[in-house]
């Protein structure tokens, strides 16, 4: 079945640093999302991106589309302690979504 | 206050017995999921439904069972069957009007351990 990577599976960062999470697929998506998950919380949903190429901000993050619609990254600006957590990238299949492994963020005070 | 709920939030049960756990939204939502999740891991699709009194088994539906006979509530039961059921579940829902491209809403999950 349709599989996600999402890279890298953990990232620590000083505060004021930058960071970037990664979603790939072997094939052509037509849509995907990003949710944060808070530690011990559940999954909220951040965005969806669907046009190739599509480039969304909101404050800090930054979310990104590929041309050819088989990737997207997120990108943080100068990370602050409220953005520790793990960032999961989900396409959609038929109804259905398949999550990606998750990038886990602890960003150091 | 709109949206899902789960209970309880930590669940603790002996090896052998089934458990079920509760998961109600007041969004109007048509479609609901469940979610597994293990420490360190990302979510794995169990059972999911589009309309009521209709299911389908996700990825990893061997050793649970689901019922949906109100739009609102989408219970699924951890049978004996399940060989190792400790996990953090999470049920979600989402409007299903649009299939691939609607927003899913997370309640706050179960965390069950079994003894």
């Known amino acids: 079945g349709q599989q996600v990577m999402q890279i890298p599976q953990y990232q620590h960062v000083q505060e004021g640093e930058d960071f970037t999470t990664y979603c790939n697929s072997s094939t052509t998506l037509s849509n995907i999302q990003w949710y944060k998950q808070r530690p011990g919380g559940h999954p909220v949903f951040l965005i969806q991106?669907?046009?190739?190429?599509e480039v969304k901000k909101q404050k800090r993050l930054t979310f990104q589309f590929g041309e050819a619609k088989k990737n997207s990254s997120l990108h943080i600006t100068a990370t602050q302690t409220t953005d520790v957590g793990t960032y999961f990238c989900?396409?959609?299949?038929?109804?259905?979504?398949?999550f990606g492994t998750g990038t886990r963020l602890k960003v150091l005070a | 206050d709109g949206g899902i709920t789960q209970s309880p939030k930590y669940l603790f049960r002996k090896e052998g017995q089934n458990v079920t756990l509760s998961c109600e939204q007041n969004?109007?939502?048509?479609?609901m999921y469940w979610y597994r999740q293990d420490p360190g891991q990302g979510l794995r699709l169990i059972y999911y439904?589009?309309?009521?009194?209709?299911?389908q088994k996700g990825d990893i539906a061997e050793g649970y069972s689901v019922s949906r006979e109100k739009k609102e509530s989408f219970p699924l039961t951890v049978t004996s069957a399940q060989k190792n059921p400790t996990a953090f579940y999470l049920c979600a829902s989402s409007m299903g009007t649009s299939g691939s491209t609607d927003t899913q809403y997370f309640g706050p999950g179960t965390r069950l351990t079994v003894l």
């Open positions: 439904s589009q309309i009521v009194n209709d299911f």
């Open positions: 991106l669907v046009k190739s190429g």
């Open positions: 989900a396409v959609s299949g038929t109804y259905k979504y398949i």
């Open positions: 969004l109007n939502h048509d479609a």
